[in-house]
T-cell receptor, first 118, second 113 residues
Framework: AQTVTQSQPEMSVQEAETVTLSCTYD???????LFWYKQPPSRQMILVIR??????QNATENRFSVNFQKAAKSFSLKISDSQLGDAAMYFC???????????????FGKGTKLSVKP | DSGVTQTPKHLITATGQRVTLRCSPR?????VYWYQQSLDQGLQFLIQ???????AKGNILERFSAQQFPDLHSELNLSSLELGDSALYFC????????????FGPGTRLTVL
């Protein structure tokens, strides 16, 4: 079974600085997708970024980028120029790319709580 | 706003009772997923429907059931409620089955007293 591990329960960053959140996963599959979701105090789950395992190029969305290391099964999220609105729980998630018989659901890590200091 | 709606936002009930949570997916989305978020278990997948048919099951209790209707909205039924069922229940939707991003609704906060 696939697992997702986020080893940093809490992180803190100064406004305008850069922070990196860590995520590792375990799978025997070769085709899969990885995601970072943000959950602010409102509790809404917001997609931050998505990475296809078959793509070597790291995904980027504005100030958010990932460092995807497939061999190491690592998928970290870098937030540049941190803003107060970035304060939230961040969840790393895995989804199988095989729809032959497996599920299309997301498998989540336990999350990292990010605080942004003004 | 993700386009996924969930009602009600909050629900307070007593042990032993039954409740129904409702979800309307984004326009055009055929897949609906239900997740439970609790302090103990984190975010866990419960069940998935695709175009009215059950597609996959996760850690869903026998006391819980779901269905997806012809208009594609979905309902999650929770019965014989226990204190431990108190959680945030999310619905997510995606276009189909393959390689689609899931978009989450705002969730229903269930409190069992």
């Amino acid at each position: 079974a696939q697992t997702v591990t986020q080893s940093q329960p809490e992180m803190s960053v100064q406004e305008a600085e850069t922070v990196t959140l860590s995520c590792t996963y375990d799978t025997s599959e070769s085709d899969y997708y990885l995601f970072w979701y943000k959950q602010p105090p409102s509790r809404q789950m917001i997609l931050v970024i998505r990475q296809e395992a078959y793509k070597q190029q790291n995904a980027t969305e504005n100030r958010f980028s990932v460092n995807f290391q497939k061999a190491a099964k690592s998928f970290s999220l870098k937030i540049s120029d941190s803003q107060l609105g970035d304060a939230a729980m961040y969840f790393c998630a895995y989804r199988s790319g095989d729809y032959g018989g497996s599920q299309g659901n997301l498998i989540f890590g336990k999350g990292t709580k990010l605080s942004v200091k003004p | 706003d993700s386009g996924v709606t969930q009602t009600p936002k909050h629900l307070i009930t007593a042990t032993g009772q039954r409740v129904t949570l409702r979800c309307s997916p984004r326009s055009g989305d055929l897949s609906v997923y239900w997740y439970q978020q609790s302090l103990d278990q984190g975010l866990q997948f419960l069940i998935q429907y695709y175009n009215g048919e059950e597609r996959a099951k996760g850690n869903i209790l026998e006391r819980f059931s779901a269905q997806q209707f012809p208009d594609l909205h979905s309902e999650l039924n929770l019965s014989s409620l226990e204190l431990g069922d108190s959680a945030l229940y999310f619905c997510a939707s995606s276009t189909g089955l393959a390689a689609d991003t899931q978009y989450f609704g705002p969730g229903t906060r269930l409190t069992v007293l």
